[in-house]
């Protein structure tokens, strides 16, 4: 079994900074596409950002130039760097990750961090 433990979410002030973490734990052999989606109150889960096994990136439209995806295959780790918050960036935010096991390729979800950005 596989589990996605994302951390790093909190509130914070029009303009600030934060930097949320993913780490993937259990039977898997490599991490394959990763993303971060989100999902504010009433709307539907959207895609922030997305990275292939290949360094290729893909950013949702309104946080381009802000938030900055990277991994780190070693750790089995996933970040996010969020600049220049905006009080719309307010949502739950998810980790997505494809991996592969003995018994073939998964994807799994974490449970999600909060993310508030409000004065």
């Known amino acids: 079994q596989v589990q996605l433990v994302e951390s790093g979410g909190g509130l914070v002030q029009p303009g600030g900074s934060l930097r949320l973490s993913c780490a993937a734990s259990g039977s898997l052999l490599s991490l394959n596409g990763v993303a971060w989606y989100r999902q504010a109150p009433g709307k539907e889960r959207e895609l922030v950002a997305s990275i292939t096994t290949r360094g290729i990136i893909n950013y949702g439209d309104s946080v381009k130039g802000r938030f900055t995806i990277s991994r780190d295959n070693a750790k089995r780790s996933i970040y996010l760097q969020m600049n220049s918050l905006k009080p719309e960036d307010t949502a739950v935010y998810y980790c997505?990750?494809?991996?592969?096991?003995?018994?073939?390729?998964?994807?799994?979800w974490g449970q999600g961090t909060q993310v508030t950005v409000s004065s």
């Open positions: 997505n990750a494809g991996f592969s096991t003995v018994n073939g390729a998964r994807a799994t």
